[in-house]
């Protein structure tokens, strides 16, 4: 499983290794630094989304981490706000679904994907909006995103279906499409405004 | 390769921190932190409460240092590289006391240890379904070296920075395969097993003593220091300055935190393998760290002459597939010229003779009784019993004595804080890498960058 042409671009981004002032961004009310969980079943696209987001952000100012598995990314928003998302990819095999507790503890965004085209992606989403809704931090901000919308004539989750359960749950509710890069950016920009602005946050 | 600042500038560091605690100036910090220290000599260790009181005076120490004249104008990362400094120091002086201090944390290191030891014995990275084009040896090789350095360092940071560097070659293996191999990037399922599989193989000297033959006293020097998984996640947990732990840092923590409750909770379905399999292997792992008494090698006569007398029976089972009588690991010698022995091998070899010429002696009188009896007699003191150097009762005190020796007595460290003139000299004497060591540490740092 994997996503096919989403790799990073080596010269797109910095690899991990070089990332090197974690430091000098002390987070404050202007600057945001907010640790993202992905969450959703086996192969809805989890990966292919962070990537096209990582990947196609191009901004050769912003400071991008491009590791297998942890990648971060820098938006602005109009209000010359930033927001750092530190995207946490957790492996979606069904022998690590336990470990799951371990990446949510203190994240700040969750985000629940399914794959539009299958009935079980989507009740494995429900299920871990109440796994979150129980163990996760309580002011966590969660979006329910239903995956590959390009695949519409396969589709076997109707849209409505996403809007009232997110709307009954109080997350955010979009489709994207990793492959074609639809709506993957307005995702990150809706999240990124519903965010709780304390003082601190981190 | 630093989680929080380049390498050079944070060995710098400790220099500048030390020598700005000897700046008489500096007098009020180093009573501050002395008498921290001293105060944790009143209490039994309690590590959650301990890691709150850590973190609580880095805090304290922090406002004190930005208050402070000696920092006044500095920039946020020499505030920060005096921070580094002052959790160095005062983990290196407080180690003993903080690693691995309760008898549950020794116990827990050394259930992760023993699975591990039985894992390693079957375990490949096609149970954790690890595509191939990821398995490179030289790659796993370098990532588990860095593992392995955490367990020779003292400070939270470097513990961390061994982590991170282990997390980072596989990281990077990941996307150069996926550059050069057209694999597609599968992100956190191919991140996962293969650090797992990784620590693994860290965390396993024993594997490497029965496939390498390595020298008997590494041998032993690796099972006075096993691999003190648990213990390391605890200590960088609770000792890290909390606002280090974050980011990347706090994401490849977590992800081994999340391979080392993977194989403490591991069962069968954990992996692609048969149920049947799995338990089979684990047995015979558990058979073959052990020396069973009744055990003669398989190619003594008499042994296979009560194989046949015997017939099937329940303690059949016991010598039925041979598995537990192969190898150097039981009989240690077995594999040794005589060049090889030293004289303080003779005790070893004194007692594995005896244990050997005993376990001969009844059997041959089994075997007699059996002829003439024609019955099947049960095999005394078939429990077996553990003979190897593992045990772990020796274990935490050798560590403790090795790693004084590795970096510097911690008893340089006053009963009390001293008077005014000899604080500062006392700080020099305890420090915990004196310049030589810490010297050390620069070249090593400098090279993995
Ligand atoms: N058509 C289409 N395919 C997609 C889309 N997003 C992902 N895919 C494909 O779906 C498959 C799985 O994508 P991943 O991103 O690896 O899925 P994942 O959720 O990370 O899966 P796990 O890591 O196993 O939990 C890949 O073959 C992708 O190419 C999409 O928007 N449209
Ligand atoms: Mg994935």
Redesign the pocket.
């Known amino acids: 499983?994997?996503?096919?042409g989403?790799l990073p671009d080596r010269n797109s981004g910095r690899l991990s290794g070089i990332n090197g002032s974690e430091s000098s961004g002390a987070p404050d009310a202007k600057n945001l630094r907010v640790k993202l969980v992905?969450l959703?079943?086996?192969?809805?696209?989890?990966?292919?989304?962070v990537?096209r987001f990582v990947r196609g952000q191009f901004d050769p100012t912003s400071k991008v981490t491009v590791g297998a598995s942890f990648l971060s990314q820098t938006i602005a928003l109009q209000d010359s706000t930033t927001v750092k998302f530190e995207i946490w990819?957790?492996?979606?095999?069904e022998r690590y679904a336990a470990l799951a507790p371990l990446y949510y503890r203190g994240a700040a965004v969750a985000v629940i994907?399914y794959?539009i085209t299958s009935p079980e992606s989507f009740n494995k989403a429900q299920y871990w909006v109440k796994e979150l809704q129980k163990h996760g931090s309580p002011d966590i901000v969660m979006a329910l995103v239903g995956?590959?919308?390009?695949?519409h004539e396969n589709r076997e989750v109707p849209t409505q279906d996403g809007i009232e359960y997110a709307e009954k749950n109080g997350m955010f509710f979009i489709e994207?499409?990793?492959?074609?890069a639809d709506n993957i950016n307005q995702l990150f920009e809706e999240i990124a405004k519903r965010l709780p602005r304390p003082s601190s946050t981190s | 390769m630093d989680p929080s600042s380049s390498s050079s500038a944070q060995s710098v560091t400790f220099y500048d921190f030390l020598d700005r605690m000897r700046n008489p100036a500096s007098l009020d910090l180093v009573r501050s932190i002395k008498s921290f220290i001293v105060s944790f000599s009143f209490y039994t260790a309690n590590p959650e409460n301990d890691g709150k009181r850590v973190q609580e005076f880095y805090l304290t120490m922090e406002g004190a240092i930005r208050d402070h004249p000696l920092w006044v104008g500095a920039t946020e990362e020499e505030i920060d590289s005096a921070l580094e400094g002052l959790e160095k120091y005062v983990m290196t002086k407080l180690f003993s006391r903080t690693f691995s201090s309760t008898p549950e944390d020794v116990k827990i290191d050394q259930e992760i240890y023993e699975k591990i030891c039985l894992l390693q014995t079957f375990l490949r990275p096609e149970h954790l379904d690890i595509p191939v084009v990821l398995q490179n040896e030289a790659s796993w090789l370098l990532a588990e070296k860095e593992l392995q350095k955490m367990n020779t360092v003292k400070a939270p940071r470097e513990k961390l920075l061994c982590i991170m560097n282990c997390c980072r070659v596989i990281s990077n293996l990941l996307l150069n395969a996926s550059m050069s191999e057209n694999m597609?990037l599968?992100?956190?399922?191919d991140f996962l097993p293969v650090l797992i599989y990784v620590m693994i193989k860290a965390s396993s000297p024993c594997l490497n003593y029965q496939k390498k033959f390595i020298d008997l006293d590494t041998w032993k020097s690796i099972l006075a220091n096993p691999p003190q998984l648990h213990s390391n996640l605890k200590f960088i947990q609770l000792y890290r300055r909390q606002t280090k732990l974050v980011s990347e840092a706090a994401y490849y923590f977590t992800n081994l935190v999340s391979a080392k409750t993977f194989v403490v909770d591991l069962n069968a379905k954990s992996l692609s393998i048969e149920e049947i399999e799995f338990e089979e292997n684990m047995q015979a792992a558990r058979l073959a760290n052990k020396v069973p008494q009744v055990e003669v090698s398989s190619s003594s006569n008499d042994f296979k002459a009560l194989g046949d007398v015997r017939g099937p029976g329940p303690s059949g089972r016991i010598h039925g597939d041979g598995i537990h009588t192969s190898g150097g690991y039981n009989y240690p010698f077995m594999e040794a010229e005589a060049d090889d022995l030293t004289v303080g091998d003779v005790e070893r070899l004194l007692r594995v003779y005896k244990d050997v010429v005993s376990k001969y002696t009844s059997l041959c009188r089994s075997v007699r009784h059996i002829s003439l009896t024609k019955t099947v007699p049960s095999i005394p003191g078939s429990e077996g019993k553990n003979v190897l150097l593992t045990c772990p009762t020796e274990k935490s005190t050798s560590i403790d004595e090795k790693r004084e020796d590795d970096r510097g007595s911690e008893k340089g460290l006053p009963g009390s804080p001293g008077p005014p003139g000899t604080a500062n000299d006392d700080l020099e004497k305890g420090l915990p890498g004196s310049p030589r060591s810490a010297n050390d540490d620069v070249q090593k740092e400098s090279a993995r960058s």
């Open positions: 499983m994997g996503c096919s989403s992905l959703g079943d086996s192969g809805v696209g989890k990966s292919c989304i990537l990819d957790t492996a979606g095999q994907v794959d995956n590959k919308a390009d695949l994207t499409s990793a492959k074609t | 597609v599968a992100g956190a399922d």
